[in-house]
């Protein structure tokens, strides 16, 4: 395959309209006056796939990057048949992300994750002296751990201690890749906070969440896989979420493909979901407030422990500021919904036993989200249907043999600053 060029764009504030240029790792407007996403503005309006590339860089006019990495396998779509007669819909189209080889989905580390993993290092030029600080609740941590070593890309990434298990590669990773985990008992939002104060160096790059434009568009890929295959817009979107991130990337994504013109006016309705009893969001979306409901983070510890999706569990998502989930359910019209615990391991069996390949517990959660949906006549059984598998197919990934990766530190994000820096310092040995 072609070397890929530079992809042409400019950033917008989505609160203000104003298009600037990306200083090459702009993750704000530095003139904005409110809390808002930026978004990409390519030059090329139209979606045009790279017919030379079988990869994810195959949809990199739409993406944001500088240069193409090694084994950026993406999304496949494909027509559900059992499934679909299952939940008696005509045209349910699963878009999946992770170890499926029959379907021809490569991605080795069994989750969408990849995808941003892929774009957001294809940001970085290649030549930086900066180390990426990714924060993650697991499948994102184990993502760019692979996506890093592989390329050989400096990278930390702070995950709970309690998350490790996710940590699992097909081989030994490279040690230009460092974790550090917070204490046994924290969470997500601790995780966060560790990797705040180790990017007060100068040395490290916070890799941005949400707020990075080549993340979200990564993770769009998959409307654009599902398109590719449907031939339009699908009707309704389903997809379990953490930080309702990929939610909004879809989003961006169908108000580019409207533009685009070819392939449908509709917007999608968006169906997020959550896994009870940490329904922060979704509590928040019911109580029509764009503001988040209050949680305490001791609240917000217990719900984490109690739910079986882990990665489920963002107490600081981008759902209120502009071009946020808030705004992308609004509109949208779409609407959020609640799955417990046992109905996610209910789906995921009975997803397993009818398409062929197991699921992640976030993605049983989309499963069971949309079983309510139909249930509650939300869709029509002929609509065109998109269900975000956002991972699948570890258990047949690992049979071939992995690794699994412990952490090289244990640090409390109650630290200071230079205590912190100093100790990844020395991983590094700068």
Known sequence: MKQLKPTSYKL??????????DEGWTLVDPVGTQPSLVRAVYKSEQFSPLEDRDDLYRYAEWLPVKRALKGAYGPVTYKSEALAKEFGLKNLYITFTGWFPERGAKVSTASFKATEAYSVCARLAKDTDKVLVVQSAGNTARAFAQVCSDNNIPLVVCIPKDNVNALWFMEKLRPC???????????????????????????????????NVARRDGMGTTLLSAVEAIGQLPDAYFQAVGSGTGTIAVWENNLRLIRDGRFGDKKIRLYPSVNAPFTLMYDSWKAHSRALVPITPEESRQKVAEIDAKVLSNRKPPYSLAGGLFDALVDSKGDMYKVTNEELHFWSRRFQALEGVDIHPAAAVAVA????????????????????????????AKAHGYYMAMPDLVLSPALSEDEIISQVNQLFGF
């Not at 890749?177 to 490290?204: H, M, N, Q, W």
């Not at 079983?371 to 047949?396: F, H, P, S, W, Y």
């Open 369 to 396: 989200s949309l079983d309510q949906a139909v249930k509650a006549g939300d869709v029509r059984k002929d609509e065109i249907i998109m269900l975000n598998i956002t991972g699948g197919g570890e258990e047949r």
């Open 12 to 21: 917008m504030d989505v609160a203000s309209g104003r298009i600037f240029e």
């Open 177 to 211: 890749v460092k974790i550090l985990a917070t204490p046994a008992g924290s969470d997500y939002f601790d995780a966060i906070a560790l990797g705040e104060k180790l990017c007060t160096a100068d040395r490290y790059l916070a890799e941005g969440g949400a707020k």
